[in-house]
């Protein structure tokens, strides 16, 4: 059930070399607190300095204790790190939040209901589900979260040549379509012990992804203990755009919903989390789990 709160700190995170709106968008939102705020809180502006300070300054300002909410001014990626270094802070009482500054925003503009300062000031806390990813990890290292997706295959591969390249709708398209057409499909071995090869392996906590693709009809807010599994097992490339296509037009319709699910990499693997690009190397056990609860957020 959803709480009222208030905040004895509240930390705004940006990158103040944001390719967009983001330090406008911060001071922005430090101003409208400011003056909305019935409480008395710390509010403070906390630029980062380089890629995965988000994840370190997160950390540190949930470490403190108390009722702090941690807010990411960014797209995806960006709030991948802050939501990663709350967790790790183990604070029952640390809150997150995003105010999208990004590309794609998916999680904010699936999960977003209204204005975050109105949010902030109503307080209105809840708790949605995460995705844990265990990549071989040691004992001793910090599990990964994601907010909204986890994907293997075309998803990180296309992510890394768009990174590369300018944004904007046609040249996104153009890039795109160019990875696709280089695009090797992956092989993975599955718990039953039989090797599968695909073209798209997405996990997914949210039912859109990318701005224009429907992946799935879960439900908005993730909050159901489970995460829906896509698959492009593979195929002729022309049966892939289609899928696409489909994905973008009509959606993908209903897609199996698990609690778990376990797969051994038989090369390196590059995958995406949140617009995150990562890797994972071969012949490693990748269980991918849903955190039940896991965040607690409002907006």
């Known amino acids: 059930m959803d709480t009222a709160r208030t905040f004895e700190s509240i930390v705004i995170i940006f990158n103040p070399n944001s390719t967009g709106d983001a330090p406008e968008l911060a001071q922005q939102l430090h101003d ?11 509010i403070t502006l906390q630029p980062t300095e380089h890629a995965g300070h988000a994840v370190d300054l997160a ?21 991948n790190e802050v939501v990663n270094g709350v967790m790790q802070a183990e604070n029952p009482r640390a809150v997150s939040a995003v105010l999208a500054a990004g590309n794609a925003n998916d999680h904010s503009r699936i999960i977003g209901t209204k204005p975050l300062e109105e949010a902030i000031v109503e307080g209105r806390v809840h708790n949605i589900d995460l995705l844990r990813i265990h990549t071989g990890q040691n004992d001793d290292a ?7 997706y986890i994907g293997f295959g ?45 073209d798209s392996l997405v996990f997914a906590n949210i039912n859109e992804m990318a701005k224009y693709a429907t992946l799935s009809e879960a439900e908005d807010h993730p909050s159901d ?3 829906e599994v896509i ?32 797969f051994t990499t038989l090369k390196p693997l590059p995958y995406q989390m949140d617009g995150e690009v990562k890797s994972v190397e071969a012949n490693v056990k990748v269980r991918v789990e849903c955190a039940p609860g896991a965040l607690a957020t409002l907006g």
Not at 62 to 79: E, I, P, Q
Not at 243 to 254: E, M, P, R
């Open 142 to 148: 910090p599990y990964e979260y994601a907010h909204s």
């Open 59 to 79: 950390r540190e300002a949930a470490s403190k204790g108390g009722d702090v909410l941690v807010v990411s001014v960014s797209g995806d990626g960006g709030y």
């Open 231 to 262: 698959t492009f097992p593979h195929m002729p490339k022309w049966r892939v755009l289609l899928t696409a296509l489909k994905a973008t037009t009509q959606g993908l319709g209903d897609q199996p919903s698990v609690s778990s699910y376990e």
């Open 32 to 42: 409208k607190l400011k003056q909305l705020l019935t409480y008395q809180s710390e």
């Open 225 to 227: 203990g489970k995460f």
């Open 154 to 198: 075309l998803t990180p591969v296309v992510a890394t040549e768009l990174e590369k390249g300018s944004k904007g709708a046609l040249k996104e398209m153009v890039t795109v379509i160019q990875t696709f057409s280089k695009f090797e499909p992956f092989g993975i071995r599955l718990a039953d012990g039989k090797r599968r090869k695909f």
